[in-house]
């Protein structure tokens, strides 16, 4: 069974920086994407980012210019360098690693940005 580890998250003050990674427990391959997720209370879970194969990204509104997602050479691990964070950017932070016919999800990571 794989599983995916998430690590990275915490207490960070408003306009601070984190870096999440997300590595999996076993090699996975033909993987189509990597993405990263974020649930608040009370909120639907919503797509932060993600990065294709290719390389192609995307990223949330809220996320543009101050997140950045990027992967390893070898497609198992996943990084999203998260900088000017917000209290508003709040949540428990997803990965997800989807191929063909399978999505993998992470366990979550906190993140919390309070003065």
């Known amino acids: 069974q794989v599983q995916l580890v998430e690590s990275g998250g915490g207490l960070v003050q408003p306009g601070g920086s984190l870096r999440l990674s997300c590595t999996a427990s076993?090699?996975?391959?033909?993987?189509?994407?990597m993405g990263w997720y974020r649930q608040a209370p009370g909120k639907e879970r919503e797509l932060v980012a993600d990065?294709?194969?290719?390389?192609?990204?995307y990223y949330a509104d809220s996320a543009k210019g101050r997140f950045a997602i990027s992967s390893d050479n070898a497609g198992n691990t996943v990084y999203l360098e998260m900088n000017s964070l917000k209290p508003e950017d709040t949540a428990v932070y997803y990965c997800?690693?989807?191929?063909?016919?399978?999505?993998?999800w992470g366990q979550g990571t906190q993140v919390t940005v309070s003065s």
């Open positions: 997800e690693l989807s191929t063909s016919n399978t999505n993998y």
């Open positions: 076993a090699w996975i391959i033909s993987i189509n994407r």
């Open positions: 990065i294709t194969s290719s390389g192609f990204t």
